[in-house]
């Protein structure tokens, strides 16, 4: 299984987000996830808002086209990315999906 798969023109990852980090950035890989550290706390949904606005940046893309699928309250997040277009090579290799 990869981190990221394609779904039509959508991009779906799996995501790990470590909450209260020293900056937004993605940190490899946590087993089948892309691991996102993130700055904001894990409270009232900021860590949510945050991933959001960091996926829309990463994949240049604006924030209404990134969802959360599933896990909402937990670490563990399916982010769906409607018509993500192009993906860098680099992110390519990072997520595993074309």
Do not use: Y
Not at 2 to 19: I, K, N, Y
Not at 37 to 42: E, G, I, N
Not at 82 to 90: D, H, K, L, S
């Amino acid at each position: 299984m990869t981190a990221g798969r394609r779904d039509g023109q959508d991009l779906v990852l799996e995501v790990r987000v470590q909450p209260r980090a020293s900056r937004s950035e993605f940190a490899g890989l946590h087993g089948d996830r892309v691991r996102v550290r993130l700055q904001a706390p894990p409270v009232d949904g900021r860590a949510n808002v945050a991933l959001v606005d960091f996926l829309a940046a990463a994949f240049d893309v604006p924030r209404a086209r990134v969802s959360i699928e599933h896990g909402l309250t937990g670490r563990d997040k399916r982010v769906r990315i409607r018509n993500a277009g192009a993906i860098a090579p680099q992110m390519k290799a990072l997520i595993g999906c074309d």
